[in-house]
């Protein structure tokens, strides 16, 4: 079954401190992956994607995710949090590819400390 | 651009009552909107799938004649939750897809609560 797996249920972290978000997946066919981060009172906003191509993929707000294969894993990084990055994040895949129906991994709760 | 809004934000009702949420897309046409439900500390669970037109796919485990999906137009999709029940009480998120990639944008969600 199509799954994904985020270990972390919090982190929390110095401001400017470097950062990495652990996702997981389950999914038998070639993997659409998405990491989305949800603020109080905000939808859901993209950060970045994978579909296919160069296996390390820049998003915004600084964000960056590394797709390995080997490791069914897709992991979210920053080198330096602000302490506006405080917010819910979560992994998910496409599991009938591209934006079609996204199974989403149970999120991981960033804090910051100043 | 690529809003997503959802009425009301939060709406408490007492058990055996229907309730209704709205979802928006504000700024672009959505031939398919998503509709999900996520329990506290927990990830968003797809519920349907529902298209301009036609009648909502429902996902496994989702009871079809309790969330009632109507997507009437390209730019509103309805949820009603019928005589909700406290067990019903949880945070439900809408999307609408659209845009170059087709890309799901999220609303910000409705927060139900069932007395």
């Known amino acids: 079954a199509q799954s994904v797996t985020q270990p972390d249920i919090h982190i929390t972290v110095s401001e400017g401190a470097s950062l990495e978000l652990r996702c997981n997946y389950s999914y038998g066919a070639t993997p659409y992956l998405f990491w989305y981060v949800q603020s109080p009172g905000q939808g859901l906003q993209l950060l970045l994607k994978?579909?296919?191509?160069?296996?390390l993929v820049q998003g915004i707000k600084g964000f960056e995710a590394e797709f390995k294969r080997s490791q069914s894993s897709f992991n979210l990084r920053k080198p330096s949090v602000h302490w506006s990055d405080a917010a819910e994040y979560f992994c998910?895949?496409?599991?009938?590819?591209?934006?079609?129906?996204?199974?989403f991994g149970a999120g991981t709760r960033l804090a910051v400390h100043p | 651009g690529a809003v997503v809004s959802q009425h009301p934000s939060r709406v408490i009702c007492k058990s055996g009552t229907s309730v209704k949420i709205e979802c928006r897309s504000l700024d672009f046409q959505a031939t398919t909107m998503f509709w999900y439900r996520q329990f506290p500390k927990q990830s968003l669970m797809l519920m349907a799938t529902?298209?301009?037109?036609?009648?909502?796919?429902?996902e496994q485990g989702v009871e079809k004649d309790k969330f009632l999906i109507n997507h009437a137009s390209l730019t509103l999709s309805t949820l009603t939750v019928t005589s909700a029940h406290p067990e019903d009480s949880s945070f439900y998120i809408c999307s609408a897809r659209g845009g170059r990639e087709n890309e799901q944008f999220f609303g910000p969600g409705t927060r139900l609560t069932v007395l």
């Open positions: 529902s298209n301009e037109g036609s009648k909502a796919t429902y």
């Open positions: 998910a895949v496409g599991a009938r590819g591209g934006y079609n129906k996204l199974i």
């Open positions: 994978y579909f296919s191509g160069d296996t």
